[in-house]
């Protein structure tokens, strides 16, 4: 969630909080993110991700001043950029599952094999 506040907060800064920047900086982040996610956690990683996506969605979202607006503005980027979500937890979720066969395999090979 700090890595993608922090994104969010250069996307503000250097590109004017453009949606489109902060979304393809998510998806490098969510593959890293289900990369580097210890092995007992990998189902972790497809739920981890939007939530990170969400709270770093607050530094780009356009709002209006008070609680409801910035609400309202977070809502409404979520609903126009739930393209580059749904692609970053499909990443993230294809490469944990691939982990996740990978160590079961492993783990059933090691089973097998003569003491």
């Not at 709270?55 to 709002?63: E, K």
């Not at 126009?80 to 490469?95: E, F, K, N, P, R």
Request: proline content about 4%; overall charge positive; glycine content about 12%.
């Amino acid at each position: 969630m700090a890595s993608m506040v922090a994104l969010g907060g250069l996307d503000h800064l250097l590109f004017g909080a453009s949606p489109t920047v902060y979304g393809v900086l998510f998806l490098p982040l969510a593959a890293l993110t289900a990369l580097w996610v210890r092995r007992g956690d990998l189902v972790t990683a497809p739920v981890v991700v939007p939530i990170a996506y969400a709270v770093g969605l607050l530094t780009v979202a356009d709002s209006d001043e008070g609680l409801t607006g910035r609400l309202v503005g977070l809502v409404t980027a979520l609903a126009t950029q739930a393209g580059w979500l749904y692609g970053g937890t499909l990443v993230a979720g294809v490469i944990a599952t691939v982990r996740r066969v990978r160590m079961m395999r492993r783990r059933a090979a090691q089973r097998r094999r003569p003491a």
